[in-house]
């Protein structure tokens, strides 16, 4: 073996590209998804608790199927949704939204209530709160005024190479550059 991902494997999932932490990585996420699958059986993927996306192979696909159930709940096409994220629980104008948890942010810290500056002696990457996810009617008020939120991009990764989504994250209207000049994102832990 070179000490590489044959692949084949990175064909299936396009995991990490050391072989050992591919191999733990899919073990993990292997006996993850017995919960979600558990969960989804059970239909409590809404109240079952916070969904850490990264347990995920690919979480991507999952908000595309959260967004496809949506659409058949409210009888609408898929086109006609759009993405929302909350901070503060659940928007009243969601059919249908689940808790997400395990979010790591870089290059600010958040509080649940707005972005702010890392301190001196604060980490580089801290976990954010719990949002809550659903998929809107596109003429549903949006959950956060568009000036005083910034969206930030989702990463598989700290790597920053793919994306998963977009989140709005609340933050003060005159710092919105300021945060996209230090580079700020989400993305989902490792596993």
Known sequence: ????????????????????RYLRSLVAKTLALGTWVEKAQSSRLESGG??????????DTFLNALRQQTARALAVSMDSLKFSCSWQGKSSQAKIAVKVS??????CAFDGRRLT???RNSPTVSMVPTCTIAWLPRDAADVYNEVDCISLPLYFTADRQRIVTKISVPCAAQQRQQWLQCGA???LKEL
């Open 50 to 59: 916070d969904l850490d996306l990264s347990e995920l192979f690919r979480p």
């Open 1 to 20: 073996m070179k000490h590489e991902v044959p692949l084949q494997w990175s064909s299936l999932w396009d995991g990490p590209e050391e072989p050992i």
């Open 117 to 119: 500056e890392n301190q």
């Open 185 to 187: 994102a989400l993305f």
């Open 102 to 107: 395990e979010l790591y942010l870089e290059g």
